[in-house]
């Protein structure tokens, strides 16, 4: 069976179980990883309201901090949420508009941001609004690419 042959309700289910398995990791990495510092709650609320003030700090200070922490911070962050963009679209063909998937990704990474303020689990950031908002625009434009040679490739076939 060719990737071409696969029915649409096939692609929708498959989409489904995706954008399910990465809710869950996604939260799993957002609110419990012990490898992101997610173990113990702050007694403070940790927050950053200035736009563009960690990711300097990321570029400006990436030797010191190292590459790893710069990667995860910087690329993860932008990364973490392309799936979604990518997937939401195929979900929800109601959603194939640009603006529905840049007012979800930030909705979705603005919710986030907040359950960490609230819970006092990681860093209401900005930025991280910023970089995930961005990570889930470049989903949707790698949807858009794939969605186009699909097309092309089955046009060329018939």
Partial sequence: MTILK???KTVNRL???LFIVYIILLSYFLFFSEEYGRTGQSTDYRYN????QEIKRFIIY???LGFKSFLVNIVGNVLAFAPFGFVLPIISPNNRKFINVLILSFELTLGVELMQLLLKVGIF???DI???TIGGVLGYILFLIARKIYY???KGRK
Avoid: C, P, T, Y
């Fill in 15 to 17: 989409a489904w179980l």
């Fill in 62 to 64: 990436r030797k010191e």
């Fill in 125 to 127: 950031d900005v930025d």
């Fill in 152 to 154: 092309k490739i089955r």
């Fill in 49 to 52: 309201l200035h736009l563009f």
């Fill in 130 to 132: 910023f970089m995930n």
């Fill in 6 to 8: 696969i029915s649409r």
